[in-house]
T-cell receptor, first 116, second 112 residues
C-alpha cells in the first residue's frame, strides 16, 4: 500500500458525459501527479499540482482539467468523454522536500474509466 | 524531448532463470532513473531508483539495475526469477522537471 488513495476504482459512463476522479496523496506530500495508462499510448503524464498550484503540464487534453484543494487532495475532471478516453488513470504523490528532482513518486491504485 | 525505450515487450522465462530487461533513455543531461513494477490488477510499485553515486542499484525483491551513462542505459536484472515476478515492468526517467517519462513496459511471464 503506497498511501495514495483514489476513488472510484471503476467508472463506466457514456460518450459525451463528464466524470470526476479523486486522489488523496500520502500524508505530508505536497505534489500530486496525474497519469493516463492506455493500451495504445502507454503511461503518459497529464498534469502536476504542487501545494494547490499547477506546476507542470503534459499531454493533457483541453477537455480535461484538474485542481488541488487546500487539504491537498486532487480531482481530475474529464468532460465530453470519447471512447478513446477509456483508460486507467493513476495519481501519484511526492514530498518535494526541498529536492524536487530526487523525490520519488508513489502511485495510487488507479481508476479504470470505461466510456461506452 | 526525453524518451525511454524498452525493447523487450514480452519476455517468457522459466522459474530460476536469470532476467535482464533493457532500458535506454534519450537525454543528455542529469537524469534520475526508476524501475516500477505493476502486478496484475495492481498499481505501480517502485522497485528501485538511481539518483547518483554507485551505478549499481539494489532494489526490493532481489532486483538490481546498473546505470551505464555512456550507453544511456539502466537495465534491470534478477539472477533467479520466481513465478511471483510475473508482472509488467516499467522503466522511467525524471530529468529534473518532476514528471516521469515512462517506457512502454515489458510484460514478464514466469512459468513454474
Amino acid at each position: 500500500d503506497s498511501g495514495v488513495t483514489q476513488t472510484p476504482k471503476h467508472l463506466i459512463t457514456a460518450t459525451g458525459q463528464r466524470v470526476t476522479l479523486r486522489c488523496s496523496p500520502r500524508s505530508g506530500d505536497l505534489s500530486v501527479y496525474w497519469y493516463q495508462q492506455s493500451l495504445d499510448q502507454g503511461l503518459q503524464f497529464l498534469i502536476q499540482y504542487y501545494n494547490g498550484e499547477e506546476r507542470a503540464k503534459g499531454n493533457i487534453l483541453e477537455r480535461f482539467s484538474a485542481q488541488q484543494f487546500p487539504d491537498l487532495h486532487s480531482e481530475l475532471n474529464l468532460s465530453s468523454l470519447e471512447l478513446g478516453d477509456s483508460a486507467l488513470y493513476f495519481c501519484a504523490s511526492s514530498g518535494d522536500r526541498g529536492r524536487p528532482s530526487t523525490d520519488t513518486q508513489y502511485f495510487g491504485p488507479g481508476t479504470r474509466l470505461t466510456v461506452l | 524531448a526525453q524518451s525511454v525505450s524498452q525493447h523487450n515487450h514480452h519476455v517468457i522465462l522459466s522459474e530460476a532463470a536469470s532476467l535482464e530487461l533493457g532500458c535506454n533513455y534519450s537525454y543528455g543531461g542529469t537524469v534520475n532513473l526508476f524501475w516500477y513494477v505493476q502486478y496484475p490488477g495492481q498499481h505501480l510499485q517502485l522497485l528501485l531508483k538511481y539518483f547518483s553515486g554507485d551505478p549499481l542499484v539494489k532494489g526490493i525483491k532481489g532486483f538490481e539495475a546498473e546505470f551505464i551513462k555512456s550507453k544511456f542505459s539502466f537495465n534491470l536484472r534478477k539472477p533467479s526469477v520466481q513465478w511471483s515476478d510475473t508482472a509488467e515492468y516499467f522503466c522511467a526517467v525524471n530529468t529534473g522537471f518532476q514528471k516521469l517519462v515512462f517506457g512502454t513496459g515489458t510484460r514478464l511471464l514466469v512459468s513454474p
